[in-house]
Nanobody, 127 residues
Framework: QVQLVESGGGLVQAGGSLRLSCAASGRTFSSYAMGWFRQAPGKEREFVAAISWSGGSTYYADSVKGRFTISRDHAKNTVYLQMNSLKPEDTAVYYC????????????????????WGQGTQVTVSS
C-alpha cells in the first residue's frame, strides 16, 4: 500500500509557473512508475505526464510537451510536475498516481494502468 499526497496547486496568471509535488509514503518508492493526470470541470480525466521508476524515461501529453517537466527525487520519495507557460486551459484538478512495476524504464499513460491515486490539487490559471 502507498499513500500519495499532492501539493503546490493554486491560482496563477496565464504565462506563469507552478510546481506540483506528490509525496509518497508506504512501500518502497523506487518500485513505482509515477504519473500525473488532470480533470477539468465537465471533462474526463486526461493524462499529463509519466516517469519511469528509474527516472530515466518520461512521456508527455502533446498539450503540455515543452511546457511541463516531470521529475522524481527518490531520497525524498517525491515526484514533481514543473508547469511553465501556463494557459487557462490547464485549469483542472491535478492528480498523481503510482503503479507497481519491476521494469525500471517503463512508464504508463493510461489511468487504468495505475494502482494508487492521490486526492488531487487544484490548479487555476486566469487569463
Amino acid at each position: 500500500q502507498v499513500q500519495l499526497v499532492e501539493s503546490g496547486g493554486g491560482l496563477v496568471q496565464a504565462g506563469g509557473s507552478l510546481r506540483l509535488s506528490c509525496a509518497a509514503s508506504g512501500r518502497t518508492f523506487s518500485s513505482y512508475a509515477m504519473g500525473w493526470f488532470r480533470q477539468a470541470p465537465g471533462k474526463e480525466r486526461e493524462f499529463v505526464a509519466a516517469i519511469s521508476w528509474s527516472g530515466g524515461s518520461t512521456y508527455y501529453a502533446d498539450s503540455v510537451k515543452g511546457r511541463f517537466t516531470i521529475s522524481r527525487d527518490h531520497a525524498k520519495n517525491t515526484v514533481y510536475l514543473q508547469m511553465n507557460s501556463l494557459k487557462p486551459e490547464d485549469t483542472a484538478v491535478y492528480y498523481c498516481a503510482a503503479r507497481i512495476t519491476y521494469y525500471s524504464g517503463s512508464y504508463y499513460y493510461t489511468g487504468n494502468d495505475y494502482d494508487y491515486w492521490g486526492q488531487g490539487t487544484q490548479v487555476t490559471v486566469s487569463s
